[in-house]
């Protein structure tokens, strides 16, 4: 079984432990500077992010783990006979599972037309490469990016993810044409909304920053090191410190669309012990059974 990463931290560590900043300051800030500028840079959104974008960063900082198409659910399996870990199409109360990748620990999930698509991260050598397969089971998986990359999010029709430099690259989602998007400072937990980058500085103490394609301008929001930001509305949260792991603790809840919330549960040396799928309006949880 895989060791989770220190950063994930719940939900509640997030909303009890937080530090909190306007996103609108800096917004402002990068309003007057296009202002000043052409007529054609004149587009940087505001700041305003619905519930429904809420849940979906905060799905992406919990390294969109599962995701679901409304009919099935997309994710890792783990197996009592290896630490290795599987991909999975499952029925949506477990009772048919179909294979989709064997031995492989899958984060970033992203579903786009007939593929899905994530990081495929070596257990081993802490590696990631960007793979796809057809979500009905029908192709074998294909690597697009096979150099060590992480934080993948669909946007704007093309890929986005950081490689092992902090910059972020971008792609079709066949794996052609890639681009450096920004590559200013060390990008860690990119994310994109409207003509915004936001991020954890690595250049900068991990300290969050913004940045406008419209303006072409950064901007610190906030003082870190911080951790898993949550932007509501037109504030952001944010973890300032490292979560402590107590036996039997539930770490992680992320929420997929309306369809389920799947909950992950871990020892103390972090390592899984238990994935289960909630279902809306239902008490019980779904069990993730593992492989044999």
């Given amino acids: ?44 959104d505001p700041v305003d992010f619905s519930e429904e974008e809420t849940a979906s960063m905060l799905n992406f900082m919990l390294f969109n783990r599962y995701t679901s198409d409304g009919t099935r659910i997309y994710g890792t399996v783990h197996s009592n006979s290896s630490e290795y870990p599987s991909l999975y199409s499952m029925s949506q109360k477990m009772k048919k599972m179909d294979l989709l ?19 495929r991260t070596d257990i081993d050598t802490n590696a990631s490469t960007i793979c796809r397969v057809k979500k009905d089971a029908s192709s074998k998986p294909e690597t697009l990016y096979s ?11 093309r890929l986005y993810f950081t490689d092992a430099a902090g910059r972020l690259l971008s792609m079709n989602t066949d794996g ?46 906030a003082d870190g090191p911080v951790y898993t930001y949550l932007i509501s509305g037109n504030s952001v949260s944010f973890g300032l410190g490292e979560y402590e792991y107590e036996p039997g603790d539930s770490i992680a809840y992320q929420y997929v669309g309306e369809d389920f919330v799947a909950i992950f549960r871990y020892d103390e040396q972090g390592y899984d012990i238990e994935d289960s799928i909630q279902y809306p309006g239902e008490t019980e949880s779904v069990i993730i059974p593992r492989t044999d």
Avoid at 147 to 157: G, R
Wanted: hydrophobic share 35%; with cysteine.
């Fill in 1 to 44: 079984m895989k060791k989770t990463s220190l950063l994930i931290i719940t939900i509640t560590i997030v909303l009890t432990l937080c530090g909190c900043g306007r996103v609108t300051e800096y917004v402002s800030q990068v309003h007057e500077l296009v202002s000043s500028g052409e007529e054609e840079k004149r587009a940087a």
């Fill in 101 to 119: 990748d064997s031995g492989a620990d899958a984060q970033f999930l992203v579903l786009e037309g007939d593929w899905l698509y994530y990081l």
């Fill in 176 to 221: 052609s044409d890639i681009k450096t998007e920004y590559s200013e400072y060390q990008v860690c937990y990119p994310y994109l909304s409207g003509s915004w980058l936001f991020f954890q500085n690595g250049s900068d103490n991990e300290n969050l920053w913004a940045y406008s394609f419209a303006a072409k301008e950064s901007g610190k929001i």
């Fill in 147 to 157: 150099q060590d990359c992480f934080y993948l999010q669909l946007f704007n029709s």
